[in-house]
């Protein structure tokens, strides 16, 4: 990864002045973000002492505010300068980590959690805005590209430090683990200063008639941009997917060693980390978008496929064979959907709305991993190989339906200065 960011892959010659200290800064949030996952159930439930039910809803909650917040907050990043609203929104989600350290008290820790999920999501919309408006629109793609692998690189780095928090499960190494965790937003935020001043977006004037983008909700009056965003949220269903079912299918439903769960843990990170960019070559338009989608969409249902015959193996390696395979399929296929998904959700934005258009479309995510633990366990194990079967044909719909949100969305009558 370093290597790459140094020698500027091909499509960024000549970027390295502003994607440099800004995959720093992506690799220095994830860092904690990983040390994070790893450590944050086991830390809240076993030193702070919240009872895990109180834990869950109290994180559902706050991630549900942080989602009726994306628009509005994603907005600030496209009427200020969107690194500074980065860097801002990096700070007080360290903040709002030290409080997690300083208090036992349940509405503490809501309000705490509340800050914490709107600055996440806020700094992945300002961030969108920030590269939006500092990357020439041809090379966005491949360039959050390089981004998402440096965010795996440091996802595994962060879940290998959470594992020696673990191993050493005192509570002074779980507040050791957290205050590194919130050093690393510090970092992220002070990174960003080597990030060259993006240009400000152009003054926008309607036409009468035409379709207002610039008012704080004007994305929800588009409507092929508000059908992408839906059909987005069905196709992250992927990610719950790997986090929660899948560890419980493995467990539960085949003869895998517990291991494996580990294994395609792995075997997703090493592939993003390896090939994410190369899966972003020749996606540079949002027709190239289109077709891209469709292929992930027949990745995403063979990988469910693949997955829907692992519980009939008896040999634990036969089965763990399987889950490999699937895993693998899966990932290429959530490769190529980030990808083209990354391009058509850009593309599309009118007015350089960044902020507020992209953070609409990570709702779709977030709302994914809110409710998709209850609909996918329920899928997967209660339903077995027709569940996985069916949740491969949602992912095969999805895909082929987003050619024709492209269309709807192409007749708004918006500007779209890059819908090539």
């Not at 440099?20 to 830390?43: C, E, K, M, N, Q």
């Not at 590209?145 to 779980?174: E, H, K, M, Q, R």
């Not at 580990?262 to 190369?278: I, S």
Request: glycine share 10%; hydrophobic share 55%.
């Amino acid at each position: 990864m370093a290597e790459d960011l140094a020698l500027s892959p091909p499509g960024t010659v000549g970027l390295g002045r502003e994607l440099r200290p800004l995959a720093a800064s992506y690799i220095a949030t994830y860092v904690g973000d990983g040390l994070f996952y790893v450590t944050a159930a086991l830390y809240f439930t076993q030193v702070v002492g919240l009872r895990p039910v109180v834990y869950g809803a109290a994180l559902t909650a706050a991630w549900l505010v942080a989602m009726a917040l994306s628009v509005p907050v994603g907005h600030l990043a496209d009427r200020f300068n969107p690194r500074t609203v980065t860097a801002a929104l990096l700070v007080l989600t360290g903040l709002a980590t030290c409080v997690y350290l300083l208090t036992h008290q349940v509405l503490v820790f809501f309000a705490a959690a509340c800050v914490f999920t709107t600055c996440t999501e806020g700094t992945h919309s300002a961030r969108s805005a920030l590269i939006g408006r500092t990357f020439p629109a041809d090379q966005v793609t491949r360039v959050r590209a390089i981004l998402i692998s440096a965010s795996n690189a440091g996802l595994a780095l962060g879940a290998a430090l959470g594992a020696l928090v673990i191993a050493s499960g005192t509570p002074d190494a779980y507040r050791i683990g957290f205050a590194a965790d919130a050093a690393t937003f510090f970092v992220s935020a002070a990174l960003l200063v080597n990030v060259p001043s993006p240009k400000a977006p152009a003054p926008q004037v309607a036409d009468a008639g035409e379709v207002s983008a610039g008012s704080l909700l004007g994305v929800f009056r588009d409507r092929g941009y508000v059908v992408l965003g839906v059909l987005n949220m069905l196709m992250t269903l992927h990610i719950p997917l790997t986090d929660v079912a899948l560890p419980l299918w493995v467990v539960q439903q085949t003869k895998a060693p517990v291991w494996s769960i580990a294994v395609l843990f792995l075997v997703n990170t090493t592939l993003v980390v390896l090939f994410q960019y190369r899966m972003s070559r020749g996606v540079e338009s949002v027709d190239d978008g289109v077709r891209g989608i469709r292929v992930a969409g027949v990745l995403l249902f063979l990988g469910m496929a693949l997955y829907s015959v692992s519980g009939i193996p008896h040999s634990p390696w036969a089965a763990a064979v399987l889950l490999i395979a699937a895993a693998a399929v899966l990932t290429f296929g959530e490769m190529r959907q980030t990808a083209t998904m990354m391009e058509i959700s850009f593309r599309l934005v009118p007015g350089e709305r960044y902020g507020q258009y992209q953070g609409f479309f990570g709702m779709g995510s977030t709302l994914s991993e809110a409710v998709g633990p209850l609909v996918l366990t329920w899928l997967v194990l209660y339903q077995g190989t027709w569940g996985w079967l069916a949740l491969g044909v949602v992912f095969l719909a999805a895909g082929l339906a987003v050619r024709h949100a492209v269309e709807l969305a192409r007749r708004a009558p918006l500007v779209r200065e890059n819908a090539q």
